[in-house]
């Protein structure tokens, strides 16, 4: 095992923590100053070597802490490094956390806590390196449960193959993760993937970006265009949601897959296709086929190969892997350092059902990037929407005060994590799910009128918002205004900020003020902390 590196310029604290440490059986190394740590650090870097954990204090003679920490995480990202500091030093921790610290040692320390917090931080180290390897190893997909297990074998049966393969399964699931597997590992690998979506294109337009169109064949094709087909020419064409495709436009992809030619819009010429297809859905295809939604020939040629992908709620195993994975590569898009998450949070994010599969899993590991507080992620850091769903005590309708539905999991995608709808508004009012962002909690934290019981639901915030500044003004609290505005412009600020991940310019052309008003408005409303 690595050792764990212990920087103080003070003999005392080395000699406690190298003693309480070998008694752990953890090997420990001192140094008394960073440049002493950096110059190791290089030596080590030359033989692979370098520690476990790095404990550093703030302030030492021939350099700071801090410095150190910038140094060493610049060099090891994954390393965790421990920072200790006396009582005046913490807003130096504060500084510590931001540049990526594991936890800070406040020093005088209580032995057995300091061993305890470092035997945590080494689980912390090994279990990033699992993570790491096994990343590079899977790059294309992530699954250690039975269900995936069998989707790659089925992934390596076909990698020889030119078949018709056709992928069924929940949006969100990863389905074009699968195709483009299918095409990596295919003998047409060197050729062109090409996927388009057949239910986001309007009906007009599909058959022109499918089969492409001749100059003039209608208003605005000055020129010729050459469809997805063409494009995919020697490669895979994936065709997500095929389930939605219009019947008249199924007859013409029937043709293509059954003879292998077609021909473009307003064209004379037909086009050989040397195209593998793969198709997707998340619609029950034998039932559309039923209802006489989809052609019956075109699903018998389709359905050659049927690869039926999980739901995330089918493979809960999986869930901390990803959400690492996820973490990382949101840390990587936004030019920050990876945060980590406690076994607790991983733990009650692998027991809810996501709705919205992998791609929601994504989306919450991408807003907890921008959003949690500290570098390790902990319980009380998770959306509301993972959150269990508070009991809440029923009320008549005239005493009613608006209360958000539970937060059940009914997530669009479009917001990170959050769904845009009226009960995200609502989110904080009395007799509702968890604060939105508890760091703003104290400033949106709903007050109840002294005998005035939640209600169970209401039909619209603008009703609840009604009731409430009713109970309010009856029970003579003062500065309704103020108070219900604040909470008001809170809310709104804050899913605007979700829907732009943290980007406040953007959040505030889309809510239609300037730029200075939502800085002002985040200053005033105590939203920055």
């Known amino acids: 095992m690595k050792p764990i590196w ?6 005392s604290i080395r000699f406690v923590l190298e003693k309480a440490l070998l008694r752990e059986d953890l090997p420990t190394r001192s140094f008394t100053n960073p440049r002493e740590v950096l110059a190791a650090l290089e030596e080590d870097d030359a033989d692979g070597q370098g520690p476990q954990v790095l404990v550093s204090d703030i302030r030492m003679p021939g350099g700071s802490g801090l410095e150190l920490l910038d140094k060493v995480k610049a060099k090891h990202p994954g390393l965790p490094v421990i920072i200790m500091t006396a009582f005046s030093d913490l807003d130096s921790a504060v500084s510590a956390f931001q540049g990526g610290a594991f936890e800070y040692l406040p020093k005088p320390f209580d ?10 931080a080494v689980e912390e180290s090994q279990r990033e390196e699992v993570i790491e390897e096994r990343i590079v190893e899977t790059p294309e997909m992530l699954g250690q449960a039975p269900a995936m297990q069998d989707v790659f074998r089925a992934i390596g049966r076909l990698s020889q193959s030119n078949v018709t393969v056709l992928i069924t399964g929940e949006s969100g699931a990863g389905k074009e993760l699968v195709a483009r597997a299918l095409h990596k590992h295919s003998p047409r690998s060197n050729g062109p993937f090409v996927a388009i979506n ?6 007009d337009l599909l058959e022109s970006e499918l089969f492409g169109h001749e100059r003039g064949a209608f208003t605005g094709a000055q020129t010729m265009r050459r469809g997805r087909f063409e494009q995919a020419e020697g490669g895979t064409l994936f065709l997500d949601e095929i389930g939605d495709m219009p019947f008249d436009l199924q007859t013409r992809l029937l043709r293509v897959l059954s003879d292998g030619h077609f021909y473009r819009v307003g064209g004379h010429s037909a086009v050989k296709a040397n195209v593998r297809v793969i198709a997707a859905t998340h619609q029950h295809l034998e039932q559309r086929v039923k209802e006489g939604i989809f052609r019956e020939d075109l699903f018998h040629r389709l359905n050659v190969i049927r690869l039926r992908l999980p739901a995330l709620r089918e493979r809960r195993e999986d869930v901390p892997a990803l959400t690492r994975h996820f973490l990382q590569q949101s840390a990587k898009q936004l030019g920050v350092e990876p945060k980590r998450i406690s076994e607790a949070a991983l733990g009650l994010l692998s027991t809810f059902s996501f709705p919205g599969n992998v791609r929601q899993l994504e ?3 991408h807003w907890l990037t921008v959003m ?7 319980l009380k850091d998770l959306p509301p929407e993972v959150m269990p769903a508070p009991a809440v005590a029923p009320a008549a309708p005239e005493t009613a005060i608006l209360a958000a539905p539970a937060a059940s999991g009914e997530h669009t995608g479009d917001l990170a994590p959050g769904a845009a709808s009226s009960t995200a508004l609502s989110a904080d009012f009395p007799g509702t799910a968890p604060d939105a962002v508890r760091s703003y909690a104290a400033s949106t934290a709903p007050v109840a009128a002294p005998g005035v019981a939640p209600a169970s639901g209401a039909e619209s915030w603008e009703l609840g918002l009604e009731q409430e500044a009713k109970a309010l003004l009856e029970a003579g609290h003062p500065d309704v205004w103020d108070q219900l505005t604040r909470r008001f412009e809170s809310h709104l600020i804050h899913v605007a900020l979700l829907n732009t991940r943290g980007r406040r310019i953007e ?3 889309k809510l239609g003020i300037g730029r200075n008003t939502i800085t002002r408005k985040i200053q005033e409303l105590g939203l920055e902390d």
């Open 6 to 11: 212990i920087v103080d310029d003070d003999q």
């Open 111 to 120: 032995l057995p806590k300091a061993v305890e917090l470092i035997r945590r």
């Open 198 to 203: 057949t239910a986001a294109i309007p009906k």
């Open 363 to 365: 989306n919450i590991c």
């Open 372 to 378: 949690a507080p500290a570098q390790v992620i902990e």
């Open 507 to 509: 959040a505030a052309q």
